[in-house]
């Protein structure tokens, strides 16, 4: 599994990425088949997962961190990336909290920090993402409270996700240490991040790009979807050429960018994790490249 050398203290990761944001929402949530699941990403490379505190409305860091209880050689073999600043309305856990917002304040912060590594049961994250931009945000606090985690080893390090380049440069403006990934939406069926200015300033800056929904949630396998009438059969195609699934090859073709995307894949298919990283095997030229693109967008390019 080829890996991204961040630098900086933070270990290399995988260049796919398991996401597990749907964790708690699989049918089967015993311990066990977690722990299969993330076995399943090992075997092939796949170390790095993504969290962030709210997922599965707060509980897939302590399914997860409940899983791998026991399990140090696990443990030692990954690097957990996960996230902070949106706070849900949820009335079983909060139900003083009144309004969907974002909190990028030292304090919480901090605090969700700490219950990070409580439920995850690790004892430094090795890389902090802010969740969404908050327009409420003191970049010299956020800031300064990044740079403090740093220092006092609860986190390795420090990154974004769904940032625009002008909300990463204030940000970065009021640190000490770099800002090491941006985690964005990209895919066949979301290229925005093309042409709205985050991938270019990432690869200016030589910062390595994660990718959300790296599959359009699915939507491009969906039967009913008009982008997946346009492009399914050419994905298929390549696949067969390949020995592959179409998804791989989807896939493959944000890795084929020269902007190191790493792609965090989620799902709770054992035997989907298990072809995960057939995408490395996929090769893509350039003129196929922009073939893909045009299929997507239902024409050619300017």
């Known amino acids: ?43 092939q490379g796949i170390t ?12 897939c860091e302590a399914l997860f961190g409940r899983a791998l209880h026991g399990h140090s050689a696990l443990k030692q073999k990954m690097q957990i990336v996960t996230k902070c600043d949106i ?38 994250i090795d890389m902090l993402l802010i969740h ?4 409420f945000m003191d970049h010299h606090e956020t800031g300064g409270t990044l740079d403090a985690l740093i220092a006092e080893g609860k986190i390795r390090g420090a990154g974004v996700s769904n940032f625009m ?44 790009l994660m990718a959300w929904s790296p599959l359009g949630g699915g939507e491009l396998f969906m039967p009913g979807s008009e982008v997946g009438k346009r492009i ?9 050429d390949q020995g592959v699934a179409a998804e791989a090859v989807a896939l493959a073709w944000l ?4 902007a190191r995307i790493m792609p965090v894949v989620g799902t709770n298919s054992i035997g989907r994790i298990r072809h995960i990283s057939d995408a490395l095997n996929v090769e893509l ?5 922009f073939e893909l693109w045009a299929l997507s967008e239902g024409a050619e390019v300017p």
Not at 255 to 258: D, E, F, I
Not at 285 to 289: A, F, I, L, S, V
Request: some cysteine; charged content about 25%.
């Open 48 to 59: 790095t997962f993504d969290h962030a505190d709210i997922y599965g409305d707060y509980e």
């Open 87 to 124: 706070m849900l309305v949820s009335p079983d856990k909060f139900p003083r909290r009144r309004t969907k917002h974002y909190d990028t304040s030292a304090a919480h912060i901090r605090d969700s920090v700490e219950n990070s590594l409580r439920r995850l049961g690790v004892e430094v």
């Open 285 to 289: 030229d350039r003129e196929t490249w």
């Open 1 to 43: 599994m080829e890996t991204i050398d961040f630098g900086h203290g933070v270990p290399p990761m995988s260049r796919l990425v398991y996401g597990v944001w749907r964790l708690a929402d699989d049918h089967d949530r015993s311990l066990s088949h977690v722990v299969e699941k993330v076995e399943a990403c090992l075997d």
């Open 132 to 135: 969404r931009p908050d327009p």
């Open 255 to 258: 890795l084929a960018h020269p």
């Open 165 to 208: 380049p002008w909300d990463v440069d204030l940000l970065q403006s009021a640190m000490r240490n770099p800002i090491l990934t941006n985690q964005i939406e990209i895919s066949l069926l979301n290229k925005s991040a093309f042409t709205n200015g985050q991938i270019a300033t990432a690869q200016r800056h030589a910062m390595p």
């Open 232 to 240: 399914m059969p050419r994905l298929t195609e390549l696949g067969q």
